[in-house]
């Protein structure tokens, strides 16, 4: 089982399941919405994803698509999720409190580099989403 939380704690939640893979995502939107280079996310079963404190959990529509959800508290992105795909949601890895392993790892948007980035690793590098 994965546990995770926001920066404060309000926010916390279970996964009953792996992670199975982590995508580094270098488009403009992930960075401006996390703060940073690019956003470590991992799509997870949303039935297998259970949150308390949704009280403090905001959705903000980033696109027509998606919405990107954060603790109202603390500010801590938690998860993005796509309309199109009601199943999944893509969890903030950085949020994770649980050590896990995860092999298979890869860049998206890597066209989409911060000018003041690189990427240094050997990870597999995409122009959008495998």
């Known amino acids: ?33 996390q703060g940073v280079a690019y956003a470590t996310n991992s799509p997870v079963d949303t039935g297998k994803l259970e949150f308390t404190g949704t009280e403090f ?15 109202s508290n603390c500010g801590s ?13 893509r969890l903030r ?3 994770i409190e649980t050590p ?13 580099i911060a000018g003041w980035h690189e990427i240094t690793d050997q990870y597999p590098k995409y122009q959008e989403m495998p």
Not at 58 to 71: G, I, P, T
């Open 1 to 33: 089982m994965i546990k995770g939380s926001c920066l404060c704690g309000k926010v916390r939640y279970t996964y009953q399941g792996e992670i199975e893979e982590m995508a580094m995502c270098h488009c403009s939107q992930c960075r401006k919405a």
């Open 93 to 95: 890895v950085g949020t």
């Open 77 to 89: 992105p938690l998860y993005s999720a796509r309309s199109d795909m009601p199943d999944k949601r």
């Open 57 to 71: 959990i905001k959705e903000f529509q980033s696109n027509e698509l998606k919405v990107r959800a954060f603790c």
């Open 100 to 112: 896990f392993t995860c092999e298979k790892r890869y860049h998206i948007y890597a066209d989409s």
